[in-house]
């Protein structure tokens, strides 16, 4: 398919609309084609028809000349470029600070002073107006107290100029967008395992505690990101970061705001991965603002990822009914595709969690998750059941095909670790001596020490019961 054909398909109808008539305009082209061209594939695209052949294409077009395939592409090319510049030019003119100053930039160098006074007045209204204080928002602020500075120094000497608020606003941006970067190389390196260098960042970064930048959202959030994100012991600037998120959440448009919710939930899916239950709340808490504020929704769907994390950490907090309801209320918004394994592979899990064993190893058969980490929670759940239910014929079995899935498939580096600990230390549990103190004290250790493992916490239960 033509990128033109692909570009005019994520177009909506307002924007295909307008684009009618903008083709129309002679400001735009004299060529009597290219209306007859756009008209026809806005039809197709209307009727959500594929697109057509190009000698139907050109034959709507020029009627009985003979096909021509260089006029055709040349046409097609032609249009792509006006769609783009009309893409462009809302780009531009959807920031309306920006906008004023380039303007009043413009009166500025022809010496329209009149016209630059409204132009200036028109930036600075609407940037008070602004409704967030992000990083962008100092952007905005920067550039009008340049665009203010050039013209204050053309029209005298000497007195005061903004030079100070200009260096205190850039101090603010840079502070502002190199946190916010820095938080999202920290978050991709603990899922991809990636060496970045955070530059200037530990020169400066101590010196930010109880300074007035904390006083500002846009750095405060962050740093305490950075904080809980780098920290060994990091509850407590977590606590800070959910204070503020709770405060100044309104001054963040919602695309960031999602970014800085998923920062904080990975972060606490860490937490309880690693076997730390102190996380637990916190993430489950996340999920829920996150599911009432629709961050989570995109196109009317929730992301099958996000369903299971949601569902993990209610059952960790054992939190049954809600779960439940959760489960039924979402799992329309899951795509249809993986709708019935996602349900009742999650069904299973609240099975087992309320001790339903036979029924969840039931939902289990159904669900056959697609994705590799789901089969191997659900391989985790049997082995689960298995132990509980003292079959243990059954559960050797299971541990040796267990890991020679893991063997053979590409797990990352963590999950590989992680399901093999399950495996090793379910063994001991099932050769451990009940009557060895010894024995239970070392696999207690052992198990404690272990860097990843979660399922610590059911591992040392199980071991308390031997």
């Known amino acids: 398919m033509p990128l033109l054909y692909q570009l005019l398909e994520k177009l909506d109808k307002t924007a295909l609309r307008e684009l009618k008539k903008l083709v129309r305009s002679p400001y735009v082209t004299h060529r009597q084609d290219i209306p007859l061209l756009f008209n026809t594939l806005a039809s197709y695209r209307y009727q959500g028809k594929p697109f057509p052949t190009k000698e139907h294409l050109f034959k709507s077009i020029f009627d009985d000349q003979p096909y021509d395939d260089q006029l055709l592409r040349s046409l097609m090319s032609d249009l792509h470029l006006i769609i783009e510049k009309y893409l462009t030019w809302n780009a531009v003119t959807a920031d309306e600070v920006s906008s004023h100053l380039a303007l009043a930039g413009f009166y500025r160098q022809r010496n329209l002073t009149k016209h630059y006074g409204r132009a200036i007045k028109k930036a600075d209204r609407k940037q008070s107006q602004h409704p967030y204080r992000n990083a962008d928002f100092f952007q905005n602020q920067l550039k009008f107290q340049l665009e203010t500075s050039k013209f204050q120094s053309t029209q005298k000497r000497t007195g005061h100029l903004n030079l100070q608020e200009i260096g205190d606003t850039m101090d603010v941006l840079y502070l502002a967008q190199k946190l916010r970067h820095v938080c999202s190389q920290l978050s991709h390196r603990a899922v991809y395992q990636t060496d970045y260098q955070f530059g200037l960042l530990k020169g400066w970064i101590d010196e930010l505690e109880g300074s007035p930048y904390l006083e500002v959202p846009a750095i405060a959030l962050y740093y305490y990101c950075y904080r809980f994100l780098t920290e060994a012991y990091s509850q407590m600037y977590f606590r800070k970061f959910r204070e503020h998120l709770l405060i100044h959440y309104s001054q ?49 769907q929730l992301s099958r990822f996000t369903f299971d994390n949601i569902v993990g950490f209610g059952l960790r907090l054992e939190e049954f009914l809600p779960v439940a309801q959760f489960i039924e209320s979402y799992k329309s918004y899951l795509p249809q595709d993986y709708q019935e394994s996602t349900v009742y592979f999650n069904l299973a899990r609240l099975e087992y969690g309320q001790k339903n064993y036979d029924q969840a190893l039931a939902h289990l058969q159904v669900a056959n998750p697609k994705d590799l980490v789901n089969q191997l929670i659900a391989k985790t759940i049997q082995l689960k059941i298995y132990y509980e239910a003292e079959e243990f014929d059954l559960l050797e079995s299971h541990l040796d095909s267990f890991r020679l899935f893991i063997r053979r498939r590409e797990v990352s580096d963590y999950h590989r670790k992680n399901f093999q600990n399950i495996i090793a230390y379910t063994r001991r549990l099932i050769t451990s001596n009940p009557y060895d103190n010894e024995e239970k004290q070392k696999n207690k250790a052992m198990i404690l020490q272990e860097e990843i493992l979660s399922e610590r916490k059911w591992l040392l239960r199980k071991l308390e019961e031997i």
């Open 252 to 300: 963040f448009p919602q695309e960031e705001l999602k970014d800085l919710y998923r920062a904080a939930i990975n972060f606490c899916i860490r937490k309880l991965n690693e076997g730390s239950l102190e996380f637990t709340r916190e993430g489950w808490e996340l999920y829920q603002e996150g599911l009432l504020k629709g961050f989570f929704i995109e196109n009317h």
